[in-house]
């Protein structure tokens, strides 16, 4: 018996898929040396050590907000001082490139292929990756910007609703309070 058209299209399609996603399960891990490439391509290490002031400056804020209003002795603002120091330095230690390199080259093996990493280092050595990276920076901050910019009027129009809905709720109160159930 003849097998019809449709149903003969249908298992070649679903066998070529089992076999595509065979050959991307079996492709080649991507090697430490294509990963060190890429790292290097990318500029990971300039990258992570652009992260460490502002996370610094994170933390300082997080103090300043744990010590406002409060009236601290000059021996209590050096213990701070001392305190904020110190876990500036076991960030600063703990997120060493010397520190960070290996588990980088562990997540990218896992995560990507060595044909998808040489890409991305081909990429990255290119002028349009070059200046992608030159121009990621200032890319991140116009994107804040202009995010904050679009957030004020939806702010704006969320407080409306906030002090509608509690103006709603005060003239309701004293009905219920006229009123009470039984």
């Known amino acids: 018996p003849r097998m019809p058209r449709r149903t003969l299209l249908q298992k070649l399609l679903v066998g070529a898929c089992l076999a595509l996603c065979a050959a991307s399960a079996f ?6 040396a294509d990963i060190e490439r890429l790292l290097k391509a990318s500029r990971a290490e300039s990258m992570l050590n652009a992260i460490l002031p502002q996370m ?13 209003g409060k009236p601290l002795s000059a021996e209590q603002k050096a213990e701070v ?12 230690t703990s997120l060493a490139w010397e520190e960070m390199r290996p588990l ?12 998808e990493v040489k890409a991305m280092a081909k990429f990255y050595e290119s002028p349009a990756g070059k200046s992608l990276l030159e121009k990621t920076p200032a890319l991140m901050q116009n994107l804040m910007l202009a995010i904050q910019q679009k957030m004020i009027p939806m702010l704006e129009a969320l407080q409306a609703e906030l002090k509608t809905v509690a103006e709603e709720e005060a003239k309701a109160a004293p009905a219920k309070k006229k009123y009470p159930a039984r």
């Open 81 to 92: 001082d001392r305190i904020q120091s110190r876990t500036n330095e076991i960030v600063r």
């Open 27 to 32: 492709a080649a891990p991507p090697s430490d």
């Open 104 to 115: 980088y080259v562990d997540v990218y093996k896992k995560t990507f292929t060595s044909e």
């Open 56 to 68: 610094e400056a994170l933390q300082r804020q997080q103090f300043d907000q744990l010590t406002a």
